[in-house]
Structures are given as C-alpha cells and as structure tokens.
C-alpha cells in the first residue's frame, strides 16, 4: 500500500525567507507525485507533478520540488515566499498506469503560516 | 473554461439521514473521483467512476455510494448518516483514469447533527 509523510505539521517562516516543505513516500515502484494547495474553505489546487524524467520538477506560483528516489522523498521549495502563499499543503502519490491509475494517497497536510 | 463544480457548498443534515452530492467534472474531462476531507486531515479517496462504473474504491463502508451520468457528471450518495461524516466532500476530475493530474472542486461541506 502506498502512504505519504509529512513530518511538519506547521510551518511559520517571514515574508521574502525560503521555503522547504518535507514529503516523504511509500510505494514499491516509481511512483507519481504531487503537490497540492488549500485555501481556507477552498479546494485544492495542484502546483507541480513527477510523472518521470527530470527529478527537478517546476510548478506554478514559483514553487519547484525535488524527487530523490535513494530518499524517497519529494520535498516543495520556494526561493521567497510571499504573503498570498499562507495555506494548507499536500503531498499526494498515486501509482499510476500499472499501479491504482491517478487514485492519490495524501499526506496529513502542512500548514504554512507567513510572517510579514 | 469551467473548472469541476460541486454542489450544494453547504448542507446540514441529522444522524440517520441521506444525502446526495453532485459534481460537474472540468470541461474534456470523462473521470471522476471522491475524496472525503474530515477537519485537520488529508483527504481520502472515497471511489472513482469512469465510463459509468466504478472503477476504484476506498475504504468505505458501502453507505457511500455512486453513480456516472452519460455527460460525465457524477453523484455521491451517503446513507445512515453518522456524526462522523461530517467532513468536506471534495469532487476531482480528470481525463481518463489512469495518469492524468486531478483537478478539484470547491467541495461540499456536510454537518450531521
């Protein structure tokens, strides 16, 4: 079964600092992975998937993540993060073509509050 | 280009009743899935339809059910509401079931009182 981890539950950092938001998965082939963000009382919206190929994924609003198999691990970062992007994140693995389809597994979420 | 819509936005019902929820998948889209969102947790998967079948599900009790529409849309069905179904029911779509990103709604959030 496939299962997701994420180890910070909150998350403060200040307006214009960088950001790493941890996620770690399980799964026994090469997964896909997502990130995923919440507003308050919203859906989510997706920000960037591995799918394969470059292990450097780029997404929207500026956020990249990183996919290290040896770590199997798929962490977001941001180089300055901005006010706008306090919310709710999720990391999400689904197995794909030969593994369940695009049915996710979602971690419990981190909260990013922004100091200004 | 209309995004996945879900509806109604809030509703408040009383143990032991049912409800329905309904989702209009993104414009091109032909697969739809359910997630359940109770309050501080992650969301987890409900089922999945596709060609008006379910396809995949979850680890619900068979009070949740489902149906397709022949436009793609799609129908969540809760019955012998428990208080612990209350939670954001979150609808995402996407073009065919296997390697296609989700893209969600808004979600329907269910108080049973």
């Known amino acids: 079964a496939q299962s997701v981890t994420q180890p910070d539950i909150h998350i403060t950092v200040s307006e214009g600092a960088s950001l790493e938001l941890r996620c770690n998965y399980s799964y026994g082939a090469t997964p896909y992975l997502f990130w995923y963000v919440q507003s308050p009382g919203q859906g989510l919206q997706l920000l960037l998937k591995?799918?394969?190929?470059?292990?450097l994924v780029q997404g929207i609003k500026g956020f990249e993540a990183e996919f290290k198999r040896s770590q199997s691990s798929f962490n977001l970062r941001k180089p300055s993060v901005h006010w706008s992007d306090a919310a709710e994140y999720f990391c999400a693995v689904a197995g794909g073509v030969t593994g369940g389809g695009n049915k996710l597994t979602f971690g419990t979420g981190t909260q990013l509050k922004v100091e200004l | 280009d209309a995004g996945v819509t879900q509806s109604p936005t809030h509703l408040i019902k009383t143990r032991g009743q049912q409800v329905t929820l309904r989702c209009s998948p993104k414009s091109g889209h032909d697969t739809v899935s359910w997630y359940q969102q109770a309050l501080g947790q992650g969301p987890q998967f409900i089922f999945q339809?596709?060609?008006?079948?379910?396809?995949q599900r979850g680890n619900f009790p068979d009070r949740f059910s489902g149906h397709q529409f022949p436009n793609y849309s799609s129908e969540l069905n809760v019955n012998a509401l428990l208080l612990g179904d209350s939670a954001l029911y979150l609808c995402a779509s996407s073009l065919g079931p296997l390697n296609s990103p989700l893209h969600f709604g808004n979600g329907t959030r269910l108080t049973v009182t």
């Open positions: 591995y799918f394969s190929g470059d292990t």
């Open positions: 339809y596709y060609e008006e079948e379910e396809r």
